[in-house]
Structures are given as C-alpha cells and as structure tokens.
C-alpha cells in the first residue's frame, strides 16, 4: 500500500473538492444530518430495546425537579463535548497510524475537525480515516448498550446519535472516495478536502 507524501506525484490533477467554507454546502450536510438523526436513533433504540428490554419505556425520561435538572442538563453537555473530542480523536488516530503523519486539530465554532494539512494521503487510507469514528463509536456504543446502567442507556444513545448524525460530512466524502479513480490522493485541510487523481484516469 501506498504511504502519504508532502509533495503532489507529476501527472496528478485537481478532480474533485468538498469545503465547508461554503454555505449551501454547510445547508446541505445540515439537512442530511436531521435525516440521519432520525434513521440513527430508531437504529440505537432498536437495538436497546433488542438488548435490554427491560429498560422499554425509560429511555428519554427525565425529571426536571430543582437541582436533578442542573445535574442532567451538565450531563447532556458533557455527553456532547466528549462525543465530538472521541470523534475527532480518532480521526487523528487514524491519520497517525494509517497514514503515519501528525494531525492538526481546530475548532471553528460549528464544527471541529481533525486533519493533516501538506499531506497527500491516497485515498484507500483516507477513506478508513474518515469513517473510522462512525464505525468505532457506534460499535462502542452497542456494546455499552447492553452493559451500562438503565439510568445511563439514554445518554449512550444519545452519544450514538449525535456522532452518526455528525458524521454526514465523512459519509459524504466517503461515497466520493469510492468513486474516484485508482491512486487518488487526497489533501485535507479539515474545513477542505481536496481530491486529485492521476491526469486522464477514470473513475473506479
């Protein structure tokens, strides 16, 4: 397999790019992420009801009495804050040892990333890069599913949810990566990807 390079092999072009920096882009991942967060929490509800059934009719129940509400309220946050710093930790994972390269971290106020500005990184490892927090945590996510405390199943669903629905971006590139052609690269910069493949290749 291919390793990742700084600089762009002779012959490579420009063929495809996904940013963040554009609004209808942005519009447009937010509107696919409302549908996968409904496709994603009847999945993890589904599967909690499957694995615990005695928890049926507990799940998203909250009693919002005096200081029990401060303390779920800390919880949702804390459930939020840690899913995307597991989320964006493992991309960074994956670009350490996949591609064997230093990633960058940042936060642009409504979205974070992980990336590897400079690299080239071809696109079979890329692409196990950027779905690996969508595999990782939703597996994770199952297994505590069926071992944590009833009164923690709504916040591991909820955690499940928010990083599948956030994932769009990645599912989005994903679908790209496997239709690009043989020995594309790509260049990630977090808020843009830029794709190139050989000149005059076709996709595969």
């Known amino acids: ?24 882009t942005l519009l447009m991942l937010n509107l696919a992420g409302l549908g996968l967060v409904l496709v994603s929490a009847w999945f993890f509800i589904a599967i909690a009801s499957f694995l615990r ?52 971290f940042a936060f642009r106020g409504t979205y974070a990333y992980a990336a590897a500005p400079g690299w080239y990184i071809p696109a079979e490892i890329y692409f196990w890069i950027g779905i690996a ?16 405390p009833i009164s923690g199943l709504t916040y591991v669903i909820l955690a499940a949810v928010m990083n599948f629905s956030g994932a769009v971006g990645d599912i989005w590139v994903a679908i790209q990566l496997l239709r690009a052609p043989r020995g594309s690269l790509a260049l990630d910069h977090g808020d843009d990807i830029t794709l190139y493949a050989p000149a005059h290749s076709s996709a595969g």
């Open 1 to 24: 397999m291919r390793s990742a390079t700084q600089t762009l092999p002779v012959g490579y072009v420009e063929r495809d790019r996904f940013t963040l920096k554009s609004r209808s």
């Open 53 to 104: 059934p005695e928890a049926e009719g507990q799940v998203f129940v909250f009693r919002f009495e005096g200081l029990q509400s401060l303390l779920i309220f800390l919880l949702l946050m804390l459930t939020l804050v840690l899913t995307l710093v597991l989320h964006e930790a493992i991309h960074g994972l994956g670009f350490w040892l996949l591609a064997g390269v230093r990633p960058h």
């Open 133 to 148: 927090p969508l595999l990782v945590l939703s597996l994770l996510a199952v297994a505590l599913i069926a071992v944590v």
